[in-house]
């Protein structure tokens, strides 16, 4: 746990030197997460949401985009069925005063009990060596079932006090597991109540509950509303998706673990709408394409599946595709299967007819929607903490040192080649190191960096996850020829300074991870 601690605290120490992200109003102690994306961190983020965006909107030729209001109708929320059920359980411990979502401390019971089965199989692996075979062990082994059962038990009761939103039973199980305040290990709880998550501000001049208007805690519905707006707009026969990037606010009772749980945060969500009956067939469809999106970024045993135990009020299937952070498999995306819910809800509500009309059978019928959801931060936190290594290297000397590289894939890259020139000091090489800058430019994100000595900006730019360096020298002055230096590999290689804006290009082209 503390090796995974010291993983976390290293990356966001990381994230701040480095320019990625900030704690949002630092210079007056911060606000409680909410975080500010630094120079590197925005173009990180920029780059991430043009790999969704291009392989979600662009190589789609069913989905369209776009960009809808934070604000929206009142009534939005109400049909949507936010303003009713929009809710967390809260509790607090009446000796530290701090504030916990009951559904998560009983959470940490269970991921105590996967700890120490995961320990027993450890150890047993070590005894057993070549010949372990853990799902037999698992199946047999008196200590991992004892422990199994009661994970089991606390899964399926925590379910259903969930879904039947049974606030006394979460209280119960919360003294029966012995649950103590993880700050103060005291048992002194409150009871359990409902805690709405939507921030409400005021529009206009009108006061009070008049003028009460929510910023959105999710995109999807901007997207809901705009159903026919768009589908008559594009000429759009179903199935087909709307996808969009934007803000979303939800005020977290707990919001800790950096950028991964943030109370103002960035989505990117895609409905696709669906004849009715053909829902769930794309809902399989939705999720392995989402699955192979991420594979292309981060290594398949870092992800997996998550089935939902208890579902949301509009959902007939939903899986979460789950990233293993530094603290643990935590939610990436939400894949759900939302039925006719919302398009009902706000045509029942609005008193306007959302339907489609099919060509093909005459008849007019609310799509079924299928949706996926991920947030832009935690891809954000996923791909860092996937791409940081400490590395050890040998130098030309014999010495081996340290040093710290972000292995972002090139296409993602915030910086995709910098340029020094040997010396400072030197006009003409400082003349030709502009003069390939200048051509990188037009093409990618590149930079120009003479602020020390060729090893120490080499490790700056690692440490930014820069894929190519390019060295000016005096040999450049008589051929026309630079080195180029990939990140990973280290290796370098002389070649024509006309060159180098082609090879990065081609290199870091967003292609490599569309394809
Ligand atoms: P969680 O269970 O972690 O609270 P959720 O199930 O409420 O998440 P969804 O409503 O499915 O999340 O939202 C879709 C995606 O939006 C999530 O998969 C996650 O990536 C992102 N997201 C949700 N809440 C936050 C938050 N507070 N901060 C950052 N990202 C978030």
Not at 344 to 369: C, M, N, R, W
Request: one cysteine or more; proline letters at 3%.
């Amino acid at each position: 746990m503390s090796n995974q601690n010291d993983t976390f605290k290293n990356l966001i120490a990381h994230c701040k030197e480095y320019g990625f992200v900030f704690q949002s109003s630092e210079i007056y102690d911060g606000l409680s997460a909410t975080y500010d994306y630094g120079p590197y961190g925005v173009e990180l983020k920029n780059n991430l949401k043009e790999y969704w965006w291009k392989s979600m909107v662009q190589m789609n030729d069913n989905i369209v985009g776009l960009d809808a209001a934070i604000f929206m109708h009142p009534k939005t929320w109400k049909a949507s069925g936010h303003v009713d059920a929009f809710n967390d359980p809260l509790i607090d411990n009446k000796d530290s005063k701090k504030r916990y979502r009951a559904d998560q401390l009983i959470e940490g019971v269970m991921e105590k009990l996967e700890n120490k089965m995961n320990k027993e199989v450890t150890k047993a692996k070590k005894r057993f060596g070549e010949s372990f075979d853990e799902v037999q062990f698992r199946a047999t082994n008196q200590r991992v079932l004892n422990n199994q059962k009661k994970h089991e038990a606390i899964r399926v009761r925590l379910a259903a006090a969930m879904t039947n939103e049974d606030m006394a039973d979460l209280k119960n199980m919360i003294e029966e597991l012995g649950v103590a305040c993880p700050e103060s290990g005291s048992k002194n709880w409150t009871e359990v109540r409902q805690f709405n998550l939507m921030f409400n501000t005021q529009l206009g001049a009108i006061a009070g509950e008049g003028g009460k208007i929510y910023l959105r805690p999710e995109t999807a519905q901007g997207i809901f509303v705009n159903f026919l707006n768009v589908q008559k707009s594009t000429r759009q026969s179903l199935p087909f998706g709307i996808a969009q990037i934007g803000k979303a606010f939800r005020n977290e009772i707990v919001a800790r673990q950096f950028i991964f749980r943030m109370r103002e945060f960035e989505q990117m969500e895609m409905q696709f709408f669906v004849k009715p009956g053909t829902d769930l067939e794309w809902y399989e469809n939705w999720k392995a394409k989402r699955l192979a999106w991420h594979k292309a970024l981060h290594p398949a045993s870092k992800l997996r599946y998550h089935d939902h135990d208890n579902l949301a009020h509009y959902a007939n299937a939903a899986v979460d595709i789950e990233f293993q952070f530094p603290f643990g498999f935590r939610e990436l995306e939400g894949i759900h299967s939302r039925t006719d819910f919302d398009l009902k809800a706000h045509q029942e509500l609005s008193g306007k007819k959302i339907q489609f009309f099919d060509p093909a059978t005459k008849e007019s019928y609310v799509p079924f929607v299928v949706e996926t959801s991920i947030g832009c931060d935690r891809m954000f936190l996923a791909t860092m903490a996937n791409a940081l290594e400490k590395e050890e290297i040998v130098g030309g000397n014999g010495k081996t040192s340290t040093r710290m590289v972000l292995k972002l894939h090139p296409a993602i890259a915030p910086v995709k080649c910098t340029v020094f020139p040997l010396k400072s000091n030197n006009p003409e090489l400082v003349a030709k190191a502009k003069e390939v800058l200048n051509d990188l430019r037009f093409s990618v994100n590149a930079q120009y960096d003479d602020t020390g000595s060729i090893g120490k900006l080499y490790r700056r730019q690692d440490a930014i996850g820069t894929p190519y360096c390019v060295t000016v020298d005096f040999q450049t002055l008589e051929d026309n020829t630079v080195t180029i230096r990939e990140r990973d590999s280290m290796k370098q290689e002389r070649v024509p300074m006309d060159q180098v804006e082609k090879i990065v290009r081609e290199k870091t082209d967003m292609r490599l991870l569309l394809s």
